[in-house]
Protein backbone atom coordinates (compact mmCIF):
# COMPACT_ATOMS: atom_id res chain seq x y z
CA UNK A 1 0.00 0.00 0.00
CA UNK A 2 1.05 3.69 -0.87
CA UNK A 3 -0.15 6.44 1.49
CA UNK A 4 0.73 10.33 0.90
CA UNK A 5 -0.20 14.07 1.60
CA UNK A 6 -0.65 16.90 -0.66
CA UNK A 7 -1.08 20.99 -0.16
CA UNK A 8 -2.25 23.17 -2.93
CA UNK A 9 -2.26 26.77 -2.89
CA UNK A 10 -3.16 29.59 -5.51
CA UNK A 11 -0.12 31.81 -6.95
CA UNK A 12 -0.64 35.16 -6.37
CA UNK A 13 -3.39 36.25 -9.53
CA UNK A 14 -4.62 33.24 -9.44
CA UNK A 15 -3.34 32.01 -12.97
CA UNK A 16 -1.84 28.85 -11.23
CA UNK A 17 -2.21 26.36 -8.11
CA UNK A 18 0.79 25.34 -7.05
CA UNK A 19 0.99 22.03 -5.04
CA UNK A 20 3.65 20.12 -2.81
CA UNK A 21 3.20 16.31 -2.60
CA UNK A 22 5.01 13.77 -0.58
CA UNK A 23 3.89 9.66 -0.71
CA UNK A 24 5.31 6.76 1.17
CA UNK A 25 5.55 3.40 -0.73
CA UNK A 26 7.48 0.44 -2.62
CA UNK A 27 9.97 2.72 -3.87
CA UNK A 28 10.42 4.80 -0.10
CA UNK A 29 9.80 8.39 0.26
CA UNK A 30 8.80 10.70 -3.16
CA UNK A 31 8.79 14.24 -2.49
CA UNK A 32 6.94 16.41 -5.65
CA UNK A 33 6.28 19.63 -6.72
CA UNK A 34 4.01 20.58 -9.20
CA UNK A 35 2.10 23.26 -10.90
CA UNK A 36 -1.08 23.45 -12.42
CA UNK A 37 -2.29 26.32 -15.23
CA UNK A 38 -4.33 27.07 -17.75
CA UNK A 39 -1.91 27.31 -21.51
CA UNK A 40 -4.56 30.06 -23.35
CA UNK A 41 -2.34 29.54 -26.69
CA UNK A 42 -3.36 25.63 -26.53
CA UNK A 43 -6.54 26.28 -24.73
CA UNK A 44 -6.03 23.59 -22.25
CA UNK A 45 -5.08 22.48 -18.70
CA UNK A 46 -1.28 22.00 -18.00
CA UNK A 47 0.76 20.26 -15.41
CA UNK A 48 4.13 20.10 -14.36
CA UNK A 49 6.39 18.22 -11.70
CA UNK A 50 9.53 17.21 -10.83
CA UNK A 51 10.20 14.73 -7.67
CA UNK A 52 13.00 13.43 -5.48
CA UNK A 53 13.77 10.99 -7.88
CA UNK A 54 14.95 13.24 -10.20
CA UNK A 55 12.02 12.03 -12.63
CA UNK A 56 9.99 15.22 -14.64
CA UNK A 57 6.39 15.07 -15.66
CA UNK A 58 4.54 17.22 -18.53
CA UNK A 59 0.40 16.45 -18.94
CA UNK A 60 -2.54 18.19 -20.42
CA UNK A 61 -5.78 17.97 -18.85
CA UNK A 62 -9.20 18.32 -19.57
CA UNK A 63 -12.33 17.81 -17.64
CA UNK A 64 -15.10 15.92 -18.98
CA UNK A 65 -18.64 14.84 -17.21
CA UNK A 66 -17.00 15.86 -13.55
CA UNK A 67 -13.57 13.83 -13.98
CA UNK A 68 -10.24 15.88 -14.73
CA UNK A 69 -8.54 13.39 -17.26
CA UNK A 70 -4.74 14.10 -17.14
CA UNK A 71 -2.45 12.88 -20.06
CA UNK A 72 1.21 12.20 -20.53
CA UNK A 73 4.08 10.92 -21.89
CA UNK A 74 7.47 9.81 -20.84
CA UNK A 75 10.61 7.65 -21.46
CA UNK A 76 10.86 4.43 -19.69
CA UNK A 77 13.78 1.94 -20.03
CA UNK A 78 14.34 4.36 -23.85
CA UNK A 79 10.65 3.24 -24.30
CA UNK A 80 7.85 6.09 -24.45
CA UNK A 81 4.93 5.03 -22.35
CA UNK A 82 1.89 7.11 -22.29
CA UNK A 83 -0.17 7.94 -19.03
CA UNK A 84 -3.23 8.80 -17.91
CA UNK A 85 -4.52 10.14 -14.49
CA UNK A 86 -8.13 10.05 -13.48
CA UNK A 87 -9.79 12.38 -10.78
CA UNK A 88 -13.63 11.56 -10.40
CA UNK A 89 -15.17 14.04 -7.90
CA UNK A 90 -17.06 11.63 -5.67
CA UNK A 91 -18.38 13.97 -3.14
CA UNK A 92 -17.47 17.93 -2.45
CA UNK A 93 -15.30 16.44 0.67
CA UNK A 94 -12.75 14.29 -2.47
CA UNK A 95 -12.48 12.18 -5.32
CA UNK A 96 -11.17 9.14 -6.63
CA UNK A 97 -8.38 8.66 -8.86
CA UNK A 98 -6.59 6.23 -11.12
CA UNK A 99 -3.40 6.33 -12.83
CA UNK A 100 -2.79 4.22 -15.62
CA UNK A 101 0.02 3.74 -18.28
CA UNK A 102 0.27 2.39 -21.99
CA UNK A 103 2.59 1.77 -24.92
CA UNK A 104 0.40 2.23 -27.59
CA UNK A 105 -2.23 4.46 -26.09
CA UNK A 106 -5.02 1.81 -26.82
CA UNK A 107 -4.54 -1.06 -23.60
CA UNK A 108 -4.45 0.71 -20.78
CA UNK A 109 -2.80 -1.12 -17.36
CA UNK A 110 -4.10 0.10 -13.97
CA UNK A 111 -0.88 1.13 -11.69
CA UNK A 112 -2.58 3.26 -8.74
CA UNK A 113 -5.37 4.15 -7.99
CA UNK A 114 -7.26 5.13 -4.51
CA UNK A 115 -9.10 8.07 -2.83
CA UNK A 116 -8.22 11.74 -2.18
CA UNK A 117 -10.11 13.21 1.21
CA UNK A 118 -9.81 17.37 1.33
CA UNK A 119 -9.41 18.79 4.65
CA UNK A 120 -9.14 22.51 5.61
CA UNK A 121 -6.17 24.24 7.21
CA UNK A 122 -6.81 25.81 9.98
CA UNK A 123 -3.99 28.27 10.20
CA UNK A 124 -4.77 31.87 8.68
CA UNK A 125 -3.24 32.91 5.71
CA UNK A 126 -2.82 29.18 4.61
CA UNK A 127 -3.70 28.07 0.74
CA UNK A 128 -7.58 26.99 1.02
CA UNK A 129 -7.63 23.58 1.01
CA UNK A 130 -5.07 20.71 1.81
CA UNK A 131 -5.26 17.33 -0.40
CA UNK A 132 -4.77 14.06 1.68
CA UNK A 133 -4.89 10.62 0.47
CA UNK A 134 -4.54 8.23 3.08
CA UNK A 135 -4.05 5.10 1.40
CA UNK A 136 -4.03 4.09 -2.51
CA UNK A 137 -3.55 0.72 -3.46
CA UNK A 138 -0.72 -0.32 -6.17
Request: hydrophobic share 30%; proline share 6%; aromatic share 10%.
Amino acid sequence: PASGRGMCGWLPGKSFVVCRIESKGPMGTVAAQGIIGYDTEKKVYTWWSFNSLGQVETATGRNENGSWIWSSEMKMGGKTMKGRYTMSETTPAGYDFKWEDSSDGKTWNAMLQGKVSKIQRAEKGAPPAAQTTPAAKP
